[in-house]
């Protein structure tokens, strides 16, 4: 416990991770992982700030957080972190349009993206809609760009869900870099960008954070 | 000239690849590429032996090989080496029983192989199959297997057909080398061992062919 405590010292604030963390996804839903609602509420209820850091690139953050909130989670939209919001500001910065390899309940998020002619290809966790057709549509935008922009949501390689292990993005991510022979750029963890934001937002240093 | 001769001297056997080189493929059929109908019929009247070689996954061999028939070429099932049934010789010498991540037109070379409570998987150029459901399957095989074993046939980045560029294999069997943390065994080119059959079957040491 000595040693626990020396580690926390000087910690001001906590990053959590949010899906297989906090809960455990299924169809639409999901269930809160033992003790994980009364954990954010304790935290919350301490002097630590508190911001929750996820790749959830299936659901828009309105309906992510909606999801936490029946679930019991005391969280709203402004203490979360998620990689979408932070594509659409590289992309407005960059003049990139990209090609949408995305789940449809993320799409909304991209609405004031311009998506004509593409010069990019983003990619998330699509789950049903990695259709060979819709690879293969990503694969041919890439490959007739000069300089050819791969932007990831994230790069996990599975995700647990109550029915079992689901291939995620990263799988996805390494198969058009192979076909295409590039790499791409990730928005999300492990990206140390998108933890440094993160600390940006709740005002910390590094190692103010746990 | 001289030189081009100098390379030939010793060589008394050719090995031709065929999609790509000898024909185009479109949906269903193909288009011979320009003088390789021709290029064939000289091979085979000069003192040289002919095989072909080839990483087709789509079709069987005999559709492929009537494929090429109806195109023009004098080509017969004998003297193609082709990786389903080079994948067939392994399933059976080693007890293993493949879920089949394949295209439907192959799935006849298969026939005689046990595919009940999968110990493997067998990826193969499965176009349109590729779905994320397919590919899912897949992953939880290979996850559940205490020594997962990935069976590929060949491991190209993408083909031409005559619609445009298509992904091919590779890229698939990279995401799912990523998400599972393994290597595939590749049945085919490149593999020296898929070389070095279709030389056996040629009669022919490797200086001896081109």
New interface residues.
Partial sequence: MAAWGQRLAGVRGVLLDVSGVLFDGAEGSGVPIAGSVEAVARLKRSRLKVRFCTNESQKSLGDLVRLLQQLGFDISEGEVTAPAPATCLILKERGLRPYLLIHDGIRSEFDQIDTSNPNCVVIAD????????N??KA??VL?ELENPVLISLGKG??YKETS?????V???V????????IEAEVVGKPSPEYFKSALQEMGLEAHQAQ
Same sequence: chains 1, 2.
């Avoid at 699509?126 to 057709?133: H, K, L, M, T, V």
């Fill in positions: 699509a789950g049903e809609s990695f259709s060979y057709q690879m293969n694969f041919q490959m390689r599975y079992g292990l689901m291939l995620d990263g799988a996805y390494k198969a058009l870099e192979y076909a295409c022979g």
